[in-house]
């Protein structure tokens, strides 16, 4: 039986080679991809933060932990995107300005991808002028934002605004998430929606 308790740990002690080889071995026994990820290596990461938070951890400890969750995701990524059929649209994704946590974009990324969209990542610390260029240059019909600290949500409803003013919001519907973001916040920034997890976000962007 795969040893789950053995990823969950790795990704707790950030053990990047032993995250690897448990996701290689997990993958290898047939877990279901997704479910792997929400299953075991969220709750670890949700572990990482409380530890942070009661300053048992520190940022050195986040890092590794970030280190080690990259490391079984960049094996995960790829299945999750595989699953792609026609091309339904265009994604802008990014994490908003000021914030540099990706893993859950990188997520959501590519579970769009998997779901046929062509996504634009323009990574972390994304200036709302850089959404707006993509949104002309590139056609973008969806903007993807994250954010996960509460002091750069701001940012969302910033992008949100440089839209407007660059007279595209009309052209282009806005999805936000990460876990400080709620339902009620989007709504109050003016967002067309929002996911709580990567599984949804392509329902979200569907239903947009
Ligand atoms: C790893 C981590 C880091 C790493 C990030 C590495 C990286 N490359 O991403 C590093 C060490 C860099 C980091 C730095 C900091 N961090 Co940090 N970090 C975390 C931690 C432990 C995990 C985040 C994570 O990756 N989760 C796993 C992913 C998969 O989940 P997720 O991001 O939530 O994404 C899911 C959903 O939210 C959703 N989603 C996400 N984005 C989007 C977008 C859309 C469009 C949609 C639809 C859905 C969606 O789908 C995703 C998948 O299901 C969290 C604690 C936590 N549990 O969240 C703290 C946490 C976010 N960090 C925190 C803090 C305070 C910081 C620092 C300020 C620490 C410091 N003193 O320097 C800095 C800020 C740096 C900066 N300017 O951004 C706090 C934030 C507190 C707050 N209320 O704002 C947290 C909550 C820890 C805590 N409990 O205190 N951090």
Redesign the pocket.
């Known amino acids: 039986m795969a040893d789950l308790k053995a990823l969950h740990d790795a990704i707790l002690t950030g053990d990047a080679k032993v995250a690897k080889s448990a996701t290689e071995a997990a993958l290898g026994e047939g877990v279901e991809p997704m479910a792997l990820?929400?299953d075991t290596?969220?709750p670890a990461?949700?572990e990482?933060?409380?530890r942070?938070?009661c300053n048992e951890y520190f940022?050195p400890e986040?890092?590794l932990?970030?280190r080690a969750?990259?490391a079984s995701l960049e094996l995960i990524r790829p299945l999750l995107a595989a699953g792609g059929v026609e091309p339904a649209g265009r994604v802008a994704?990014g994490?908003v300005k000021?914030?540099?946590?990706?893993?859950?974009?990188n997520?959501?990324a590519a579970?769009l991808e998997g779901g046929g969209y062509e996504v634009i990542d323009l990574g972390?610390?994304v200036d709302p002028q850089k959404f707006v260029a993509a949104v002309k240059e590139k056609n973008a019909r969806i903007v993807?934002?994250?954010?996960?600290?509460?002091?750069?949500m701001p940012a969302m409803k910033t992008t949100i605004d440089a839209l407007r003013q660059a007279g595209l919001r009309d052209q282009v519907k806005v999805?936000?998430?990460?876990?400080?973001?709620n339902e009620s916040y989007a709504r109050e920034i003016g967002a067309d929606?929002?996911?709580?997890?990567?599984?949804?976000?392509v329902a979200?962007?569907r239903a947009l």
């Open positions: 990820v929400q290596m969220m990461m949700d990482v933060g409380k942070f938070e940022v986040l890092l932990a970030a969750m990259k994704i994490t000021g914030d540099l946590h990706d893993i859950g974009k997520l959501v579970m972390v610390n993807a934002m994250s954010a996960l600290l509460t002091t750069t999805m936000v998430g990460g876990a400080p973001v929606g929002f996911s709580r997890n990567a599984a949804g976000a979200a962007a």
